[in-house]
């Protein structure tokens, strides 16, 4: 089954994407959302990829190496065998700094016997949009496109470049590589300089994962999607992605596709509470950094996301050219979203900010500003929280009063009278307590719903919402009161497919939802751990694992039917909830079982 058999290899600069069988398919260089160099995971036939290929007797197969994000590939017939080695490099200098350049690295690695394979190197500048042209100099293959925009790629390689061009049949003898990279090389390469870089990519990523505590369950798990989520961070400027990738679609040939290389201010927040927890502080600090060099104006609104370096305009744009994953039109670059209300972000925010200050209070930095930031949340959400907004799944029609949003406005003053209590800003909490209470009180007068006995999508609606399960983890209300325990028992009810949970299942801008949302999934089951049917809970989680890619990879969405990965991928969100489902699981003390805070 095609069930998005990608492994991911990055460096916090950009990433990539390598099918099962060693094929390049998505890149994006010299960062996460500049044009493709190769996109055949969006158009098969004029995509652009690398691919290895063996002869038809070998048997192939792929694990990442332990506790890094380097990738292997292992090909053999049981005599000749060959492994490749794919990687971005990223590794600490003498000067401290990281060494993250926009290469990959595809070390050929010989095993046994002399196996045999060739190369279909074919890459497509500037989301093939014109013409890619390739030329063998003297010491690498330059990839060039003018069409559009003048554009170049640059390849090293050990073995004779105009076999690789031709697709000649290489005999392995011993080591070799590939080396692409955005820009023309001043040293030239050696194998013995890429067998360095391998080795020095693999310490920093076993240095990472030792700096992470160990669980006594599901530890494997954790590890594969903490570094997935390191793998998804902007080092630049500390931004967080939501994926990878554009416009894979939540439904096989609908339109429900769009461009997630971006940072969405509610789910960075989310992975850099995961992220911290886990003991990367770093990670954490950068991304308030981020936040704060956002709102350089006291009354500065924020988006509800930005590009990776800060952008505030991701103009929509669609690649007609381009097929679409397995003909889903259309491909999006830029996402309309930017522009939407979500009144949701401002509480995301806050708990963030109020976490970050309670985990590094004895070494905070940028306190004043942080402080700034929060009466001017306090002030935006005092003036803004009655007012209806997209919510949180940015529902392009009519704007609605969202029981999700209405509540993470409560968390907004709650986690502000928590902060201004660090600070010692006592005239404060008096009046924002006053505002704290009322936006509770109007939230059970509204959001809940005696007919179906349970809180709402939003007030007056008759339509559950899994979302509505994070009031609980945001502190709004007990596990244990009955409104929380019937509320997740509706949504049961109503929203499980065969333990998979859609959003929601009432119509939408683009009709009626046919995938389930992964991480809602994560956040029932998460619910059920709470409200005590723990050994429930468990058969869920582990179920849902085993519907992960073949390297413990999720998407955003999968099939209810096929089981299938849909979505953009690997998805940030999935892998925060499958972090804090697991960490729930491994935790034995009854203190210790759940992360309160993280949704």
């Known amino acids: ?38 996109a055949k995971l969006l158009d098969d036939k004029n995509g652009g990829s690398f691919e290895i290929n063996a002869r038809y007797n070998y048997e192939i197969s792929q694990e990442y190496h332990r506790n890094t994000a380097i990738l292997v590939t292992r090909y053999s017939d049981g005599e000749n065998t060959f492994e490749v080695h794919d990687f971005m490099p990223r590794y600490h200098k003498l000067t401290g700094k990281y060494n993250a ?51 170049t790629l ?14 000649s049949e290489i005999t392995l003898k011993e080591d070799g590589y590939f080396l692409i990279c ?28 030792d700096r992470t505590p160990t669980y006594k369950k599901f530890y494997k798990q954790i590890i594969r999607s903490a570094i997935t989520l390191k793998m998804l961070t902007y080092d630049k400027t500390g931004a967080v992605l ?13 339109v429900r596709n769009w461009d997630y290389r971006f940072c969405w201010i509610r789910d960075a927040s989310m992975v850099i509470k995961v992220v911290s927890e886990l003991g990367h502080q770093k990670s954490a600090k950068r991304y308030l950094q981020f936040i704060i060099d956002l709102m350089p104006d006291k009354d500065e609104k924020l988006q509800i996301m930005y590009g990776i370096n800060k952008e505030k305009n991701l103009t929509e744009k669609t690649l007609e050219h381009l097929e679409g994953y397995r003909g889903s039109k259309p491909v999006r670059i830029g996402n309309a979203a930017y522009k939407q209300k979500q009144n949701d972000i401002y509480g995301i925010l806050m708990d963030v900010i109020y976490e970050q200050l309670v985990k590094f209070s004895n070494d905070i930095e940028n306190g004043e500003e942080l402080w700034s ?7 935006i959400v005092s003036k803004h929280w009655r007012e209806p907004d997209k919510g949180i799944w940015e529902f392009r029609g009519e704007d609605r009063h969202f029981t999700f949003s209405k509540v993470l406005c409560w968390v907004a003053m709650d986690r502000a009278i928590k902060v201004a209590k660090i600070f010692g800003k006592d005239r404060k909490i008096e009046k924002w307590t006053a505002l704290e209470q009322e936006m509770k009180e109007d939230i059970h007068e509204h959001a809940w719903n005696s007919d179906v006995n349970a809180f709402v999508q939003s007030y007056g609606s008759n339509h559950l919402d899994a979302s509505v399960l994070l009031m609980e983890s945001y502190g709004f209300i007990h596990a244990k009161d009955p409104k929380f325990v019937s509320t997740v028992k509706a949504i049961e009810q109503d929203l499980s497919n065969d333990g998979l949970l859609y959003r929601y299942k009432n119509e939408d801008d683009f009709g009626l939802p046919s995938s389930s949302f992964t991480i809602c999934t994560f956040w029932f089951i998460n619910s059920l751990f709470k409200i005590g049917e723990e050994e429930k809970a468990l058969a869920h989680f582990e179920r849902l694992l085993s519907y992960s890619n073949h390297l413990g990879l999720f998407s955003e969405d999968i099939d209810f039917k096929t089981k299938r990965l849909l979505g953009n991928f690997p998805q940030a969100y999935s892998h925060l909830a499958l972090i804090e489902c697991a960490i729930n699981f491994s935790r034995k003390k009854s203190e210790e079982k759940i992360l309160e805070s993280i949704s």
């Open 1 to 38: 089954m095609d069930n998005l058999n990608y492994g991911i290899i990055g460096n916090c600069r950009s990433a990539a994407l390598i099918s099962d069988t060693g094929s390049l398919d998505w890149c994006c260089l010299p960062q996460f959302d500049s044009t493709s160099v190769f």
């Open 101 to 151: 350049p926009p290469e990959i690295v595809r070390y050929v690695k010989h095993i046994s016997g002399t196996p045999k394979f060739s190369v279909h190197y074919d890459p497509k500048l500037e989301y093939a949009q014109g013409q890619t042209t390739n030329h063998a100099k003297t010491n690498f293959i330059v990839s060039l496109t003018s069409k559009k925009k003048f554009d």
């Open 154 to 167: 640059f390849l090293y390689t050990s073995f004779n470049k105009e076999e690789v061009l031709d697709g």
């Open 182 to 209: 955005y820009n023309e090389k001043i040293l030239k390469p050696t194998t013995e300089k890429m067998s360095l870089e391998l080795e020095r990519t693999k310490i920093y990523w076993l240095d990472w994962v």
């Open 242 to 254: 939501a994926a990878a990738t554009t416009s894979l679609p939540e439904t096989i040939g609908e």
């Open 373 to 379: 930031i929060t009466k001017g949340i306090v002030w």
